[in-house]
């Protein structure tokens, strides 16, 4: 297994990812510029990416690395249900890889569950905001009808129902 891995979100189309989560801290979120990184070469190519040694010698100013004392490196793109690429994730380890096949395809699947997740929260959000939109009236910004029927619904349902008292619109 790798060390450290990370997962990432593109900004401005790659230019620079936001390291969204890690297997280092739970509170992570760094922007990062991709120039002169292995990242860059994944965001370039959209593909499975590996520096299975040598990392510091191909990437001699990244001090993350040398830092780190990386030694090998993994990256794969994720994508949208558009197939617009999203982000990364990456690992890097102190070791050498010599399983590149099997890196690889455990990599690709990462990437899928990672896609996957991504969608279904962005659908979550979006069925929430027209959730809400429903209930609201357009014009004024008002709960409409629908929401006090299903608010009246709600309070019978609970048995906090009664009389609130009376009045009239005449």
């Known amino acids: 297994g790798y060390r450290w891995a990370y997962v990432t979100r593109y900004i401005d189309g790659g230019e620079s990812f ?61 994508f949208d249900a558009q197939g617009n690429p999203r982000g990364h994730i990456f690992a890097m380890n102190d070791r050498p890889d010599v399983t590149v096949s099997k890196t690889k395809s455990t990599l690709s699947r990462a990437a899928t569950i990672i896609s996957n997740a991504m969608m ?27 929401a006090f029927d299903q608010d009246i619904s709600r309070w019978k349902d609970r048995g906090a129902c009664g009389t609130c008292g009376n009045f009239s619109l005449a």
């Open 120 to 146: 279904l929260q962005r659908l979550k959000t979006d069925l929430l905001n027209t959730a809400q939109k429903a209930r609201t009236d357009g014009l004024t910004g008002l709960l409409n009808r629908a």
């Open 18 to 78: 936001e390291i969204v989560g890690s297997t280092i801290s739970k509170n992570v979120s760094r922007v990062l510029e991709s120039r002169n990184t292995p990242c860059e070469t994944v965001i370039k190519t959209q593909s499975f990416t590996i520096y299975s040694e040598d990392l510091q010698r191909h990437f001699p100013d990244y001090e993350a690395i040398k830092a780190l004392g990386a030694i090998s490196y993994v990256g794969q793109a994720y």
